[in-house]
């Protein structure tokens, strides 16, 4: 059986600048082009080669052929976001929208998983994180689809947000990519084509694990992963939809197997101040080489880190970030906490207005210029006068959501002679590893 296609966006820009390296053919007119192209937005409509159209799709001639989009914005609102030129396989789809030109590429499932695995982590990982990350990924992508029919199907509007007076919890998912699939960034997985030199260690996982997947039933499992999950993972409820899936609990990043209950709050202060035994507890640079590209070793800290804010500067960026004024800021209160100690609602008190926010990737945009690392965080205030903080600190703990995968923690794993199912049974405890083709 052949391996299904997977349609990428990649961006979406009034002009797209992209260049076929070989030929490729219009499927609108037939023709081949190749070298350097150009289309624009104007009034809803694409404008190529002095045409205008909805959609443009190309195929490549030749397999091999490839194609670069230029300026691609990689890392999105994260700390390391820049623009770069990227390299892809496959076709290439136009499609015309109100906010710009939306560019997709569509390409081979496999082929797309080479380019996660190369950009996700270093190509030069140990085999068995390659490829326990090479089955996660490839489950990932399948179940978004599959979960992206379902809701399509559905007479019920999926929400992912509910907001009151006093309140707003919003999870972000994919389920806005309606265009497309999944998207090429960190939002999803990280994808950038052939842009990121494969290796054939690389290749050798992919064709290793060809068509392997996580399932938990008939379904194929949602298996998240992140890049560090501070000593335990946290459960899928916590940061997205109020669904438990059994496959994502909470566990102990350990051989030991007992955590204390990090969403009573005593228990998660003092295990966020300490430094626990966990695999993601490492400095050693060998092994988060494998893992972390060299803009990820741009960060440090991520087992656990500390923040600090002056007033000025969190009041202000607080009103930034969630478009309401509180005021000068008096608190930041755990309403609730998940299993890993990530605060699932924060209430910020301020004295102009007191409101409540979650879950846990808004927290982290709502106190970031891009994404805090993680909301497994206590709150210090500190220089107080007049019942009004000079400072906050924050101390944390783990990088990303938490929850499934801990790439930190795997790599270690790997390390330690651990083969790729052992790391998934750790990870995923009572999903089954299955060959879907």
């Known amino acids: 059986m052949e391996a299904p296609s997977v349609r990428v966006g990649i961006l979406t820009e009034k002009a797209v600048s992209f260049v076929f390296n070989a030929e490729y053919v219009n499927a609108e007119t037939g023709a081949l082009v190749s070298g350097e192209q150009r289309a624009l937005l104007i009034d809803n409509h694409i404008v190529y080669n002095g045409k205008l159209y909805k959609e443009l799709f190309f195929d490549s001639v030749d397999p091999n052929a490839s194609f670069d989009i230029k300026a691609v914005t990689i890392g999105v609102n994260f700390h390391w976001e820049r623009k770069e030129d990227q390299r892809f396989r496959g076709a290439l789809l136009l499609l015309a929208s109100k906010e710009g030109i939306i560019t997709i590429n569509q390409v081979d499932v496999e082929e ?89 260690i690389v290749e050798e996982v992919i064709k290793e694990t060809r068509g392997e997947i996580l399932s938990n039933g008939d379904r194929i499992c949602d298996a998240r992963f992140s890049k560090c999950c501070g000593g335990v993972t946290e459960t899928f409820e916590h940061c997205w939809e109020p669904e438990p899936h059994p496959y994502l609990a ?120 891009s994404h805090l690392y993680s909301s497994a965080f206590v709150v210090d205030k500190e220089e107080v006068k007049l019942d009004v903080p000079q400072r906050f600190v924050l101390t944390g703990a783990g990088w990303g959501h938490g929850v499934g995968l801990c790439q930190i923690g795997a790599a270690v794993m790997g390390a330690k002679g651990y083969d790729y199912r052992e790391i998934l049974t750790h990870y995923f405890p009572g999903a089954n590893l299955n060959k879907r083709y």
């Not at 797309?112 to 982590?121: G, K, P």
Request: glycine letters at 4%.
């Open 250 to 369: 909470v566990l102990r990043d350990s051989t030991e197997t007992e955590y204390p209950d990090l969403s009573i709050e005593e228990e998660a202060e003092k295990w966020i101040r300490t430094s626990p035994e966990a695999f993601c507890n490492t400095t050693d640079k060998e092994i988060l080489s494998q893992v972390l590209n060299n803009y990820d070793q741009e960060t440090a800290d991520f087992f656990r880190w500390k923040v600090t804010y002056t007033q000025s500067y969190l009041s202000d960026l607080i009103h930034r970030r969630s478009g309401m004024d509180f005021g000068q800021i008096l608190d930041m209160i755990p309403v609730s906490r998940g299993t890993s100690g990530r605060i699932e609602k924060l209430k910020i008190v301020g004295t102009r207005k007191t409101f409540t926010i979650g879950k846990e990737l808004e927290i982290r945009r709502t106190l970031s210029e």
């Open 112 to 200: 797309y998983l080479t380019s996660v695995i190369s950009s996700e982590m270093s190509a030069t990982a140990s085999k068995e994180l390659l490829k326990a990350h090479a089955v996660i990924s490839r489950s990932w992508l399948l179940a978004q689809i599959e979960k992206n029919t379902l809701i399509k199907g559905s007479d019920k509007k999926y929400q992912t947000c509910y907001r009151d007076e006093n309140e707003l919890v919003r999870w972000y998912d994919r389920e806005d990519h309606d265009l497309f699939d999944v998207c090429a960034d960190d939002h999803c997985q990280r994808y950038q084509g052939i842009t990121r030199a494969s290796t054939p």
